[in-house]
């Protein structure tokens, strides 16, 4: 009983409306988000996507690694929760019932809820009785995230999970996104955007693999010439609005919206900022409290693109704020709708398909930049 997931027009952001009456589809019919679409071909992208600069805003835990400092789990505990919020199911005169086997970002039928929405973090989620179907996956994809055989344990790529078991730190898709990027010739840049606490190790870990070619699978990126700000940033946000510093950089809210948006802009190679967790939290983890984005859909030379593994189509349950410039050159914005920018400048990260496929976020920035690209025509 799945039920179609809408996209909405960025034409319509343009037009500033606040209701979405179209539905983004490709020449079949279907939708073409990147978290439902199985099997989905990478192409070279046309010179005309090329052009346009991509910012890439991504998130770290659950989306390019799996654990989390703050909550303290390890691989396997992350991907063990992680599950219990792609899987779906009700209560049926006070019994659960799941009502599909797959995992999916959005729900198969109306009325069903993730596991997780109801019964918030399980310990061992897929040892419970309700969760032990989902036991499988978990292996299955464990074993996809493991340390390369007969290469050593690095002290900053791997990690020793819970069971005793070598695995890949940072997931092997983020890197092979660097290499396909920089193979086509985009100009591109990465900020790192996280509540937690991993920003310094992980930058120190890149400016390493990218300078030394450390990393097993992927020893040529130091060809790529990629340039990273080891230096962890800092975003905050209060009701005068929001604002950023980095080491001597500073854009206070007083500089205004758009100060903020030509400076994410202008960004060159990878860093990254700690967002305001206790604003998000403040807001009641809604989508006015979440990691600002700034849209300009009349800026034809740069597109911002946020991926997240908590990105959702419910704005009382969502992490990113996007904000969307009125017209052309202007400084006022407005909050835009997750649904309105979904898998165009918003991406809902699929943990599952992360690890099993490398090319899964190559994919994700070549949809977001056709359906951008298809909307702007309109």
Not at 106 to 125: D, H, I, K, M
Not at 152 to 162: A, P, Q, Y
Not at 192 to 209: K, M, N, Y
Request: charged share 20%; hydrophobic share 35%; proline share 5%.
């Amino acid at each position: 009983c799945m039920y179609d997931s809408q996209l909405a027009s960025l034409r319509s952001v343009m037009l500033g409306a606040e209701q979405m009456g179209e539905v983004m589809k490709n020449s079949t019919g279907e939708r073409t988000g990147p978290g439902e679409t199985e099997d989905q071909q990478v192409s070279f992208p046309c010179p005309s996507l090329l052009r346009r600069k991509v910012v890439l805003h991504m998130d770290l835990n659950n989306t390019i690694l799996v654990s989390d400092s703050v909550t303290k789990q390890g691989t396997v505990a992350a991907l063990d929760c992680f599950l219990s919020t792609v899987t779906w199911g009700r209560l049926r005169q006070g019994k659960w019932e799941w009502m599909s086997d797959s995992p999916s970002l959005l729900p198969p039928c109306e009325g069903t809820v993730s596991y997780y929405s109801q019964f918030g973090r399980v310990a061992n989620f897929t040892k419970t009785p309700a969760g032990r179907r989902f036991r499988g996956l978990l292996e299955e994809h464990l074993a996809m995230l493991r340390w390369p055989a007969g290469h050593k344990e690095d002290r900053d790529l791997s990690v020793r999970g819970e069971d005793g078991q070598l695995y890949h730190w940072i997931l092997p898709s983020f890197f092979q996104l660097l290499q396909d990027l920089g193979s086509q010739g985009r100009e591109f840049a990465i900020l790192f955007r996280t509540f937690g606490t991993d920003l310094p190790r992980l930058l120190g870990t890149l400016q390493r693999v990218l300078t030394q070619g450390c990393h097993p699978l992927f020893p040529d990126l130091p060809a790529l010439k990629l340039s990273i700000n080891v230096v962890p940033g800092r975003i905050r946000r209060s009701r005068k609005g929001t604002s950023l510093s980095r080491a001597e950089e500073h854009v206070s809210y007083q500089d205004g919206e758009r100060s903020l948006y030509q400076y994410f802009s202008s960004v060159q190679g990878l860093g990254g900022f700690q967002d305001h967790f206790d604003w998000w939290a403040r807001n009641t983890y809604s989508i006015l409290g979440g990691k600002p984005l700034l849209v300009d859909p009349y800026d034809h030379r740069v597109q911002h693109i946020f991926i997240d593994d908590n990105i959702r189509q419910d704005d009382k349950d969502t992490i990113v704020h996007p904000k969307v410039f009125l017209e052309p050159g202007a400084t006022q914005t407005r909050t835009a709708s997750t649904l309105e920018l979904y898998d165009i400048c918003l991406v809902q990260n699929h943990l599952l398909k992360a690890i099993s496929d490398h090319s899964y976020f190559t994919q994700c920035v070549q949809i977001c930049l056709e359906n951008y690209e298809t909307n702007l025509m309109q």
